[in-house]
């Protein structure tokens, strides 16, 4: 676990993956954003791109985007959690507050492929979700005419 403390005022990170990111389809790395304290957008909140983990791309060619739409500011109150792909790109947005952002960092790396470990009921019939009110309760939750 790392500690991306920030000093604020300060000027916008530019765009990167962490180190070791690998490129793929697969949900293998996760990263895990924790705030400790109430993080508004003034103190530099992570910026994070939705979806950028599919999109192959070296570091050394992001450094010159600045705002890309779609991106998301992860702005939460203390003890909020944000959970991404490793690979993410990612970045310390400008702040204008003075203090310091402390942004606990951690991550988790499958060690072994995932296997099916959940319950099979050989009964269940998808079909069934397409009339589940009607199925379950008996049309106790249709609404009076």
């Not at 990612?90 to 072994?112: C, D, E, F, Q, V």
């Not at 050989?122 to 249709?142: C, I, K, M, R």
Request: net charge negative.
């Amino acid at each position: 676990m790392y500690n991306h403390q920030a000093r604020s005022p300060r000027p916008a990170q530019t765009w990167h993956r962490d180190g070791c990111s690998r490129h793929g389809h697969e949900l293998n790395h996760l990263q895990v954003f924790y705030y400790p304290q109430d993080t508004p957008l003034e103190l530099g909140p992570t910026e994070v791109l939705p979806g950028s983990h599919f999109l192959f791309n070296l570091n050394k060619f992001m450094g010159h985007y600045r705002s890309v739409a779609g991106s998301t500011l992860t702005a939460a109150p203390a003890g909020s959690i944000f959970i991404t792909v490793y690979s993410i790109w990612h970045r310390r947005p400008a702040s204008t507050a003075s203090g310091i952002r402390n942004m606990l960092k951690y991550l988790y790396w499958r060690m072994t492929p995932p296997e099916r470990d959940w319950i099979v009921e050989p009964d269940f019939d998808l079909v069934d979700l397409n009339d589940l009110e009607n199925t379950h309760y008996q049309g106790a939750l249709s609404v009076p005419e």
